[in-house]
Nanobody
């Protein structure tokens, strides 16, 4: 089955940086859109950034200019470089892959989530 495995979360001080990675595996041929979402305690999951298959990107207003999303299609991997982190960026970050063509057909998938804590 298709799996998304995230890495790179952790604890960082305000103003610091983290880089998240998410790799898709399990008979994947291609992925249309890859993105990162986040969910803080007591809040709904929200879009952070997405990258489409021709490298067009869009970002939430709250992270624009601080976060950069990129992808490596050969590795079916998406990255999120997070700079100038703020306490309000604290959340569980989820990777999403949409329009995944694999041995199992066409589908959308989520990672298990990785915790990001921004605190002094």
């Amino acid at each position: 089955q298709v799996q998304l495995v995230e890495s790179g979360g952790g604890l960082v001080q305000p103003g610091g940086s983290l880089r998240l990675s998410c790799a898709a595996s399990g008979g994947v041929f291609s992925i249309s859109t890859m993105g990162w979402y986040r969910q803080a305690p007591g809040k709904q999951r929200e879009l952070v950034a997405r990258i489409f298959n021709r490298d067009t990107t869009n970002y939430a207003a709250s992270v624009k200019g601080r976060f950069t999303i990129s992808r490596d299609n050969a590795k079916n991997t998406v990255y999120l470089q997070m700079n100038s982190l703020k306490p309000e960026d604290t959340a569980v970050y989820f990777c999403n892959a949409a329009g995944v063509r694999s041995s199992y057909g066409l589908g959308d998938y989520w990672g298990q989530g990785t915790q990001v804590n921004v605190s002094s």
